[in-house]
């Protein structure tokens, strides 16, 4: 008798295998670039830790550098969603609060990813999508613009660049320095992102806390 399973049915568990595979040669990816650094790690080294066979890590990426560009690809993507909910909030915070919460944020980022920090010093580079790159600076412009409507779409716009390059600067930094040095990196870009965001913003912050109330 004919089976009557779709071909869709009887090839989803071989994606979903694929998937957790694919998976999980990146967190070893992840792992090992964390602990020896990427120049360090070699292909053969995540097969022998993923516990597969050298070919099939190569079926699903060419090079280290590819699995890298993965890697920076899920983080970005994942630093937008720490990013979300207080860009939703920018309107009720004051220009500190936000400047503050917004950078505590990235640096709790780059503590639980330590992957991350070695990818920046990886002698790669790495190029989002463009739309994807506005879609950020849009909505940080657009919080920008819901907390001071006096501001232009234009003004709005080049403020958040400059608050993403503070950021990039703050990561690149951070990631350079030694331990000692990272809590004083962190706290001179706090005050350096207040006091261009309290340049920019007109609103006060008295207004600002009465709007909260």
Known sequence: ??????????????QER?????????????????EIGYEAT???????????GIG????????????????LNQYA????AYWKPLIEQAETLSHTAFAETFLERVIEFLRERPAYLQLLAAPIRFSRDPAARRALR???????????PSLTSEKA???????????????????????K??????????????????????????STKERRR
């Not at 070699?42 to 597969?52: D, L, P, Q, Y």
């Not at 503070?166 to 690149?172: C, L």
């Open 181 to 206: 040095e990272k809590l004083l990196i962190i706290a001179e870009y706090k005050k350096a992102l207040t006091l261009y965001l309290g340049s920019v913003l007109s609103e006060d912050e008295r």
């Open 138 to 148: 849009v909505a940080i412009a657009n919080a920008f613009r819901a907390k001071d």
């Open 18 to 34: 694929a998937t957790r595979r694919l998976a999980n040669f990146l967190d070893v990816a992840a792992v090992l670039f964390a």
């Open 1 to 14: 008798m004919p089976s009557t399973v779709s071909n869709s049915a009887r090839v989803e568990p071989q």
């Open 157 to 179: 716009m080049l403020a958040a660049n400059i608050t993403l390059q503070m950021v990039k600067g703050m990561t690149t930094l951070y990631a350079e320095a030694a331990p």
């Open 42 to 52: 070699t292909m053969t080294a995540i097969a022998e830790r993923s516990g597969s």
């Open 56 to 71: 099939t890590l190569y079926h699903y990426f060419p090079d280290k550098q590819s699995m890298a560009f993965a890697l």
């Open 77 to 80: 993507q994942k630093v937008e």
